[in-house]
């Protein structure tokens, strides 16, 4: 077990008297280079501790990464309310910076299923590919032994989102070997709620408000790379709400032998219904569906023309003969408020499918926003629609009044809470500090081009939060993009990983020329 009193000393010690020989990111490159079998292992460590939200695990996670700050030089304590995962805050400054850098992860992961996986979701495994590549499982190495970045670690997490934790403390324990300071004050905020929605955010922003209001800018170490491997950096998030509608029938479930052609098919008016929102193509046919999102300006209309064509290789990849609204992209229609349906429920199937008419079907839609959308707002499309189909809406179970008083009724539950979107401008100077920072990480990474700016990302995050704050804030995605997010055998490839630390040196070093 590491000292932390002697290593925050040995880091206080050694940037108030080093020469900068080294960059920063050269300083980080050459100490990753030099620990990388002990930097898996640390990581290993961080990814063993189970961390969905609201459980008593989640909480010793926290404290795990609150004492892992310390240990480089970070003062960190827990943010904690009733009910809540703890956030944990770090707060690093550094004497003469003229700007603070906000660094926002979260260390809470999706719910597990252990019969799912190949191996046990906390119990961190190493391969020599991708499973479904042929990747065979192996041993941690020795120290000073090779390590392969094509090596795959699998865990739950390993890619949405312990890997950034992992990076920063590496960097910031290179930094302190080699005398480098940050050219920013940092503010590390590790969300523990994050994929339950962090309800709790909002009020943590709130209460450490002195903290908070004094960064400049965020940085988002969250998501995946491009679909093609290449790395990116993402300047907006869809925001995200769900509804369930429920069509009725008869009271009961009905033989369908005896009351067939008779009594209202439940399923055949929920499927006419969601077919009654969207055509063929995959248009919205919801009245004002597309008439209330903010626009892109011109620096994000240039990034998506230079984004790689690689919907052709998506389509191979999934089984795809069509997508929605082609020839428009996928990049492009993430641009756009979507309505997809989540599930459908009526009745049974295969072995289970029995001869009755259900009384009722249920459908489960998911909506996603762009920015200039409002949940109440496209809420309210979607209930005028059903209204416009002729149905009567209620809240809850209907009476027996209202059945025999309307031909067509449905029950819409769902979407008074959600998310709304959030976009930074490519064009603001904070956005292009970052741009330059990560270009040149990207470039010694991955090969000279490699980044990419994609205008918006099809997943939500809390971004709001912070630019409703007037703070803008930067998505800077280091998973590799095939690593099973949220699902079984997630995974990071060892390179990402890599690429992690090359990105969090070189935007903690970049020039402070945004203000």
Do not use: C
Not at 48 to 72: H, K, M, Q, S, Y
Not at 156 to 183: C, H, M, N, Q
Not at 388 to 393: M, R, V
Not at 414 to 419: I, K, N, T
């Amino acid at each position: 077990m590491r000292n932390p009193r002697l290593a925050l000393a040995l880091v206080v010690v050694a940037w108030a008297t080093a020469a900068f020989a080294q960059s920063g990111p050269e300083a980080a490159r050459a100490y990753r280079e030099a620990h990388e079998s002990a930097i898996l292992r640390d990581f290993s460590e961080l990814l063993r501790r189970p961390n969905r939200a609201f459980t008593p695990e989640a909480r010793g996670t926290a404290l795990f990464i609150r004492d892992r700050l310390r240990e480089v030089g970070v003062a960190s304590r827990l943010l904690e309310a009733e009910g809540a995962s703890p956030a944990v805050l770090g707060v690093l400054e550094v004497p003469g910076a003229q700007r603070t850098l906000g660094v926002y992860a979260h260390y809470d992961g999706q719910p597990v299923d252990p019969s799912q996986w190949t191996h046990p979701p906390f119990e961190p495994t190493l391969y020599s590919r991708a499973l479904e590549s042929g990747g065979q499982p192996i041993d941690f190495p020795a120290d000073g032994a090779p390590v392969d970045p094509e090596w795959r670690l699998y865990a739950r997490s390993a890619g949405d989102d312990k890997a950034p934790i992992a990076a920063a403390l590496t960097v910031l324990r290179a930094f302190g070997e080699a005398g480098i300071r940050p050219t920013s004050n940092l503010v590390f905020l590790f969300d523990g709620e994050e994929e339950a929605g962090s309800p709790h955010l909002g009020a943590f922003l709130r209460n450490e408000s002195k903290v908070f209001d004094a960064v400049d800018g965020w940085l988002f170490f969250d998501g995946p790379s491009h679909a093609s491997g290449r790395p990116q950096l993402v300047f907006g998030v869809r925001g995200s709400f769900g509804l369930e509608i429920t069509v009725y029938g008869a009271t009961r479930n009905l033989h369908s032998g005896h009351y067939g052609n008779w009594a209202p098919d439940t399923g055949n008016i929920l499927a006419r219904l969601l077919a009654s929102m969207k055509d063929d193509d995959g248009t919205v046919l919801v009245k004002g569906w597309y008439e209330s999102f903010e626009p892109i300006g011109a620096e994000e209309r240039a990034a998506l023309a230079t984004m790689p064509d690689w919907d052709a290789e998506l389509k191979r990849e999934l089984g795809l003969a069509r997508t929605e609204g082609q020839p428009q992209s996928l990049p492009e229609r993430l641009l756009a408020p979507a309505l997809n349906v989540r599930g459908i429920s009526s009745g049974n199937t295969g072995s289970l499918a029995r001869n009755v008419i259900p009384n009722t079907a249920v459908a489960a839609l998911g909506v996603r926003l762009v920015k200039g959308n409002t949940v109440a707002q496209l809420r309210g499309l979607i209930l005028d629609h059903i209204r416009a189909e002729g149905f009567h809406i209620v809240e809850r179970e209907p009476t027996m009044e209202e059945r025999l008083a309307h031909s067509r009724l449905v029950k819409v539950t769902g979407g008074e809470g959600g998310s709304v979107a959030a976009r930074t401008s490519m064009a603001e100077p904070f956005a292009q500090s970052v741009i330059g920072a990560a270009r040149a990480a990207a470039d010694r990474a991955f090969g000279e081009g490699s980044l990419v700016l994609a205008p918006g990302m099809g997943g939500t995050l809390p971004l709001h939060l912070f630019t409703e704050l007037g703070k803008p804030a930067v998505i800077t995605p280091i998973a590799n993009h095939d690593n099973n997010q949220h699902a079984a055998d997630e995974n990071l490839r060892v390179a990402n990983l890599w690429y992690a630390i090359d990105l969090f040196a070189a935007l903690t070093t970049m020039p402070p020329t945004d203000r």
